[in-house]
């Protein structure tokens, strides 16, 4: 094996220069860096936003590469081929890679691991993703923590590596290889009239997220124990649509409310607890990979849940129509922006899975579908959490009233107003942009009358009450 031999860098959800372990170790080697993104099949099997998200990360990664003297090569196909084609091509002695956690990513990955060493090559995956590797926090027993709260006692008062700055130039080959079109790839194909109306709000790349991060620390952060909660208001970080795709890591997003934290900002530590939250996903994801296919808790697999996704109920709670107002808005805000506010995901979790009573998967899958900031273990242990069958969960006798929660986290109609139309006689843009970005088969006007609800707030607990009152918890 050449000491200069090419170290092929498999990037996946961590389309960034600084903060990267991997990156960072393969700059210092002083070997020639090829960096590599492949769309195989877990990539085609993202949902419409997500895949479309992707896409324009991947846009502004390659031209971030581009400025630092590289460039990011493309290929399609199943990862251990492409992988040992493009070894074979460039004389490529290693590939490297950030780890992943979810179930499918992990097989693959132990795969190409294996294969790749069998043939002699280097194979190689560091951390970046997590700030904590899940086999590295345990409990006094030796085993994996099951609860929140313990496990944030665990970590918070660990030392968490520094970020490492991004590389001012990455090493190149002599020679390129071949790679294919982004634009040829069609990323965005699946939102149809939608991308159009979602791209105004994404934030892309690298240098978006960390002025995000900035803004955030330099005034949101004060205020956060209380803002957070407040869909009406910019009182968030909104770097999820970053971190999904690895645009910033954990580990500067750390750092920097240990430093708010030190001048005395009240919410620095509870943002610190939200980005231990996710970790705690992937502990949990990590050990128990059912946590993304089947009730964590067991004892929820005899639980009735309705699992028709043709019930027209159902119908109307994807498409806003539900007739409850703090639930409709948090779909349509998804619809426009990508996103939803936590406060309105929780209300419109709660309401699928308690008032109608459906599986949590027909939401988790209707998210991944529609998230510009959709990950794979912050999804579904929020839609476990929410309807009770999860690690960690709201009691399942815990039923939002999405009436009583708009009055306390909306009181003046802010958030509804914004994102819908029907009913005023000169509706904001972002509550128009809705009928531009749904479906035209849908047949939406925002001239519509709005609709009465489809199971009424304080009727919709009691059924769920009375449900699981017939269930052995």
Known sequence: MSDNAPIILWFRRDLRMADHPALHAAVSSRRPVIPVFLRDDLVDRLGAAPKFRLGLGLERFAAELQDAGSRLVLRAGAALPVLRALAAETGAAAVWWTRAYDADSVARDKEVKAALREDGMEARSFGGHLMFEPWTVETGQGSFYKVYTPFWRAVSGRDVDAPHPAPGRVPAPDAWPESESLSDWELGRAMRRGAEVVARFARVGEAAARDRLAQFMDGIVAGYDDSRDLPAEDGTSALSENLSL????????????????????????????????REFAYHLLHHTPRLATSNWREEWDAFPWNEDEDDPRVTAWRRGRTGIPFVDAGQREMYVTGRMHNRARMVVASYLTKHLLTHWKIGMRWFEEHLIDWDPASNAMGWQWSAGSGPDATPYFRVFNPLTQAKRFDPDGAYLRRWIAEGQDDPPADALAYFDAVPRSWALSPDDDYPDPVVDASEGRKIALEAYENKDF
């Open 246 to 277: 690895g645009e910033i890591g954990p580990h500067q997003c750390w750092h920097a409310a240990i430093r708010a934290r030190e001048e005395g900002k009240p919410g620095a530590e509870t943002f610190m607890k939200e980005l231990v939250w």
